[in-house]
């Protein structure tokens, strides 16, 4: 038999190997910016057309290339950044793979310029798909520009595959504000389509902040700082009170390196712990320094994950220094010598006279239940004269002084007619009442039990889920048409890793791409409507758990989809329903707590109920 086995052409190879530097014209972005930053460049351009499938250019001042590195620059694994092994475990730089460039020029219309700050001459060169078009000597400035043009042209698939202007500008941008934010001392330009996105001049880490989130940020930060002999840390959390609905500002720098850490997130946010509101997510923008040889640098090119030696010592360490930080901005003023005065005040208040103590004003005629009453009777006029009425977005004038209940609320919705103008009635079932949609009676030989009814449920759904996915063979149900769910590459990776866990428990996954998984089966405790609810909670609550060894997926799952599917404070049970929830947590295996740890009821003995008529 003849031999078969060849070696890849270069500009196959670089193609192959460009397929894991870039996977969208933000890649490109972040390696052309660490680029720059590690030529020393002082101020940074970023030129972009058409989200950067057309152009991506970025200019600096560093320290730029003879005309030999500018050819060599484009060759694989050319870098000046190691040398030998040992530089591994004592880096400075972003890149050291010398990949960046090769793999660009192997997918896209390349145009370099360089100059170096003795030279008169500097170098351009053209590289199309890996081959070189031209090279000549011009006279440009200091520093280098690489322009990216046409990204993906000679793989259709790749280009295809790239999502609408708006989601790729948004990843840019994310890209950017991470090197901007780590780099306050850079000052940064961004155009797209030849408009200004952001202009960021040199400053301290406070007023970049403030540059790129906005002028009411700067009243939001608390300073954090630390040092000890494994870690310091520096930078800025924000109030509990402006936490977050969505995560968004969260950011951690490590030795300048923007990285993505569930662990670390979660001993920030348990600095957090009882000044939050439920599901609110607190920002920050953290700056870790730790001895470059106390973590892992051999982390792959587009991988923003980190490992650390002493991965507990610092999750202490942090945790207690945000606590600590949070604690005193309340009592003590914050100095901070290196930010500028003039953001201090919000500026509204800034010539304000001192501040006089607001009078307390008492209606002493308010009188809650006949508001009440006025409200049903008008309600039930209302109803009966039109049937079923449309929804009216006036329903405030007719609420009357019900508005002021709700005008602390940021998130207020529109509650639902139906919710805010029946009375409530204690559905009475024989031997179950339900209370305010929230609460079960339930009448027993000693007294009366009353019932959390979400809670309850999430203890019954709990036990349920655990059963089926440890002791038997979950059951699953067919999808008729497999349902495609996108999710960030981050989040696939994910649900990948606990994929033989999440079939247990019945799903059943037809395929993963980049982008999406497609569901075929699912659990046949949910619905199809459910899915992409219950993976994005599962997600979240993986990503909030600290890994340990206990950690044990089955768990949080079960908790997961408990949360998810439990019934919810203000939903309306019939006899049957209130029956069947009392009998299943009563059969359940530790009934009185929620899986979350919560009391699920609590019992009346007679004894005590007498008490409170007997005082
Ligand atoms: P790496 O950054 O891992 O070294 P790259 O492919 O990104 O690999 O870059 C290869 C080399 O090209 C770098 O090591 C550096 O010497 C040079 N280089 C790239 N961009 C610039 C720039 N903006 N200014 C000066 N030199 C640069
Ligand atoms: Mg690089």
Redesign the pocket.
Known sequence: MSDIIQLLPDHVANQIAAGEVVQRPASVVK??L???I??G?TSITLLLKDAGKTLIQ?I?D????SAT?AR???ERH????IRKAQDLFNLN???????????IAAIAHVELK?KQENDDLGTAIKIEGSTVVSQEVISTAK??S?AVKNLFYNIPARRNFLKSDTIETRHIIDEFQRVALAHPSISFLLHHNGNEVYHLKESNLRKRIVAIFGGKMNEKLVPIEEQTDILTISGFAAKPEFAKKKRGEQFFFVNDRFIKSSYLNHAVANAFEGLLEHNAHPSYFLYLSVPPGSIDINIHPTKTEIKFDNEKALYAILRATVKHSLGQYNVAPVLDFNRDATLDTPYDFKDKKPVTTPKIIVDPTFNPFKEEAKISQQSVGASSSSGARPFQPSYKKEVGSWESLYTNTDTFEAPQQEQLFTTEQETETGKTFQIQKKYILSSIKSGAVLIHQSLAHQRVLYEEFLHNITVQEASSQQLLFPVNISLSSSDIEMIYSIKSDLESAGFVFNEFTKESVVIGGIPTSITESQITLILEQLLDDIKMEVPDASFSHFDVMAKSFAKSLAIKTGTILNAKEQENLVNDLFSCKEPSISPFGKATFKTLSLAEIDTIFNK
């Open positions: 390696e052309l660490e680029n720059s590690d030529a460049a970025v600096d560093g320290k730029g290339m590195d060599l620059c484009f050319a870098t000046s950044k730089t972003k890149g050291f793979r010398g990949e960046a460039l090769a793999s360089t520093g280098t690489i």
